[in-house]
């Protein structure tokens, strides 16, 4: 019976650890979290999302090497860069938030990446929506991302 409760709590625990959510941000005021997922989502209510994600540092680089390659890939691509700002978080994590801007149908929409290297890791927190959208919640994203934490294996 004790091996039972043993095996139990080994396996509830490893369940809280693998349910953990892979990052944490504190939320900008106008967002909210998509709760129901294990993704790092969220919106406001007139459509800016934001989520975050991982892909792999292969080929590995540093922070200004993935910085410059995705300003290279998305200016090839015909969007316009309005700004770089390279900082570091309330963690001690560096990172770079880049912002373009770009035609979307009769619209002209902000995408925002900012670029984590972990690691084996590169985090991205992208931000989208239209242009005059973004702009008014563009000072409660910068102050958010000086929140994000990673939360890697």
Known sequence: MRAVVHITLFLFAATVIACKAPYTMDTPKSFRKFEDTRDFKMITANGVMLKARQV???PRGDLDFWTDAMTRHLLERGYLMKSKNCFTTKAGKKA???DFALPYGTEDWAL???VFVVGDAIILVEVAGPFERYAK???ELADAIKTFEPHLN
């Open 56 to 58: 792999k540092n292969y």
């Open 96 to 98: 770079c938030t880049l």
């Open 112 to 114: 925002s990446e900012t």
């Open 137 to 139: 919640v563009e000072g």
